[in-house]
C-alpha cells in the first residue's frame, strides 16, 4: 500500500474519533500534553491528536516526527510530518509540508524519531 494511502487512513481513523477541546477547556491549564488511551476516541487539541497519528503509524513500523509551528494567524499547533507530509487535525487530508508553508504556516521545530530524542530548530 503507497505511503500516502497509509497516512490519510491514519489520518481518517483519529478525526474519525476526534473531538477538539482545549487543555484549559478540560484542565484549566493552557498546555497539558497526554499520551492518548485511545486513538480511535479522543477528546483533545493538537498536540494529542498528532501523537494519537504517531502511535499509530509507530505500530506500522512508519517513522515520524512532531513538528511544532505557527498557524496563518500565528497560533502555536503541533502536527505530525513523515516524509514530508503532514497530518494535521486541521486538514481534511494528508498535505504537503510546502502546500502548508504557502499557505501562512511556520515550521518552527522538529523533535527525533524516538520518544526522548531532542527537539531541534528547523
Not at 473531538?19 to 494529542?48: A, F, H, R
Not at 503509524?57 to 500565528?74: A, F, H, M, P
Request: net charge negative; aromatic share 8%; charged share 30%.
Amino acid at each position: 500500500m503507497p505511503l500516502i494511502h497509509i497516512l490519510n487512513e491514519t489520518l481518517k481513523r483519529v478525526k474519525k474519533g476526534f473531538e477538539y477541546k482545549t487543555d484549559m477547556m478540560q484542565y484549566g491549564v493552557i498546555e497539558n500534553w497526554t499520551m492518548p488511551t485511545d486513538v480511535d476516541n479522543l477528546t483533545s487539541d493538537c498536540e494529542e491528536h498528532a501523537i494519537a497519528c504517531r502511535m499509530i503509524l509507530r505500530d506500522l513500523g512508519i517513522d515520524s516526527r512532531l513538528v511544532y509551528c505557527k498557524d496563518e494567524t500565528g497560533a502555536g499547533h503541533l502536527v505530525l510530518e513523515v516524509e514530508g507530509w503532514i497530518l494535521d487535525n486541521r486538514q481534511r487530508r494528508v498535505v504537503a509540508r510546502d502546500r502548508l508553508e504557502r499557505k501562512g504556516y511556520e515550521f518552527i521545530s522538529i523533535s527525533g524519531f524516538m520518544p526522548l530524542d531532542d527537539w531541534r530548530l528547523l
